[in-house]
Nanobody
């Protein structure tokens, strides 16, 4: 399943942004979904996941500012980012993930978030 992330843009520090992830595959609704990001010059890192039942998990570095959610009726999974910081600047991706939050599929198109100070 290849997922597409969208909703990025240029935002001032302290602002908020909602990213969305969608797929036209029916298998989307049977997979946990994870969000990842890759900052310039850095390795891609996992930031959050949401299970089919709705339970969530976050990287320590984003707890309290990132909120992951999903809408089964629309086959979407969103990532809300509050109190944006310049270090949140990255390309954000979404992926089906396993129970250890490891990506399961090929990387789809990410969405660029740029935070200005």
């Amino acid at each position: 399943v290849q997922l597409q992330a969208f909703g990025g843009g240029l935002v001032q520090a302290g602002g908020s942004l909602r990213l969305s992830c969608a797929a036209r595959e029916i298998t989307f609704r049977f997979n946990a979904i994870g969000w990842y990001r890759q900052a310039p010059g850095k390795q891609r890192e996992w930031v959050a996941s949401i299970r089919v039942g709705g339970s969530t998990n976050y990287a320590d570095s984003v707890k309290g500012r990132f909120t992951i959610s999903r809408d089964h009726s629309k086959d979407t999974a969103d990532l809300r980012i509050d109190t944006l910081k310049p270090e949140d600047t990255a390309v954000y991706y979404c992926q089906p993930v396993d129970l250890s939050d490891r990506p399961l599929g090929p990387w789809g198109q990410g969405t660029l978030v740029t935070v200005s100070s």
